[in-house]
Each structure stands twice: as C-alpha cells, then as structure tokens.
C-alpha cells in the first residue's frame, strides 16, 4: 500500500454518465494530482493542487471538473465523456512544491472505459 | 518536440542480464531525475532518483544523469523475472530553491526477464 487510495477500480460509463472518481491519501502531504495514463502514452499531468488550491490546469477539458475539498481528498468529476477519454487515471501526492524532492506517491489508479 | 523521450519497447531479457533503460530530454532547467516502476495493474512507484548530474546506485540498480547530452540512464544488475514491469522516467525543474512539484514523464519502456 501506498498510502494513497483510490475508488473505485474499474468504471465503465455511457457517453451521457456522470460519475465522480475518488482519491484520498494518508500521507500527510498537501499536494495531490490528477493524471491520465493512456495506452502508448505519457503519463499526462491534469491538475495539480497545493493546499487545496488549484495551481495547474493542463488545458484539460471541461467535461473533467476536480475538486479538492482538503489536503487529504480529490475527486474528479466526470460528464459527457468521450471514447477516447478512455485510459487509467492515476492520483498522487506529495510534499507541496518547493519541498525538496517532488516524489510522487501514486493510487493504484481508476481503469475507466468509456462505452 | 517531447520534452521527455522514452524508448516504450518492448524489451525482453533472459534472467541474469544486464539491462539498460534510458532517456532523453530536451528542458535544460530539469533538476531532478527520477525512475518509476510500475507492476501491472499497480501505480508506479519510486524506484530511483538523482538531483542533478551524477550517478547512484542502490542494490542491483544504478541510475545515472549526464545533463551535457540531456541523458539519464537505468541499469539493473542480475536482472530478476520480478523485475519485469514497466520502468518510466520522469524528471522535475526547479524554481527558486524549491522544485515545482510538476512532473514530466517518458513514455515508459516495458521490461521482460525471462526465467
């Protein structure tokens, strides 16, 4: 275990869905992010907050809403997917920027199919 | 241009091999160089990391950095069957004193040791 937490594991959706992805961590960090992993691809950096507060958007659209009620807990909303937004989101944390070392604790990630 | 090139592989080893994983980048202002392993179906964790240029060893791995050519390197000694996975780097700039906690990731290169 991580220390980081992610429900739920697997998530099939319709096109017209709405479901929310949950993500806590018991690290005592204050920084948490949302990131794609996509087959072939990058890990691709969404958002990223520190102390609650949004500090990067990395052009994601708007069909993906986060949300970060505390340091300990992220959510991403999801509406009006896509197929290709198909992939494996991935949550992690950390020490808050300009902490040293950004070492990244990771969730076992949310397998998301978009039917 | 990538900001962070990595070779996805796959690339398949008989046990006991030496193995040689790598990337390139192209951001002179990354500081910090780090190595992911991810298992199948789990996050990816840390495995390795190096600030700056240099090398570090730890056990059966040994990363090194060579900022002149914008370089980083994995070698894995003796290599295991429990050492297939898929092995990412990632790297992070700094900013001030501090880092900006923002992470960028190669592709990820999957790894196969054969009993």
């Known amino acids: 275990e991580t220390g980081v937490t992610q429900t739920p594991r697997h998530l099939v959706m319709g096109m017209t869905n709405k479901k929310s992805l949950k993500c806590e961590q018991h690290l005592g960090h204050n920084a948490m992010y949302w990131y794609k992993q996509s087959a072939k691809k990058p890990l691709e950096l969404m958002f990223v907050?520190?102390?609650?507060?949004?500090?990067e958007n990395n052009s994601v659209p708007s069909r993906f809403s986060p949300e970060c009620p505390n340091s300990s807990h992220l959510f991403l909303h999801l509406h009006t997917l896509q197929p290709e937004d198909s992939a494996l989101y991935l949550c992690?944390?950390?020490?808050?920027?300009?902490?040293?070392?950004?070492?990244?604790?990771f969730g076992q990630g949310t397998r998301l199919t978009v039917v | 241009q990538k900001e962070v090139e990595q070779d996805p592989g796959p690339l398949s080893v008989p046990e006991g091999a030496i193995v040689s994983l790598n990337c390139t980048y192209s951001?002179?202002?990354?500081?910090?160089f780090m190595w992911y392993r991810q298992y199948s179906r789990k996050g990816p964790e840390l495995l390795m990391y190096?600030?700056?240029?240099g090398n570090k060893e730890d056990g059966r791995f040994t990363a090194q950095v060579d900022k002149s050519s914008k370089y980083i390197s994995l070698f894995i000694r003796d290599s295991q069957p429990s050492d297939s996975a898929t092995y990412l780097c990632?790297?992070?700039?700094?900013?001030?004193?501090?880092?900006?906690?923002?992470?960028?990731f190669g592709q990820g290169t999957t790894l196969q040791v054969k009993p």
């Open positions: 907050y520190n102390f609650k507060e949004q500090t």
């Open positions: 990632a790297m992070s700039a700094t900013r001030g004193s501090g880092n900006t906690g923002k992470l960028i």
């Open positions: 951001n002179s202002a990354f500081q910090y």
């Open positions: 190096t600030y700056s240029s």
């Open positions: 992690a944390s950390s020490h808050a920027s300009g902490q040293g070392l950004p070492r990244a604790f």
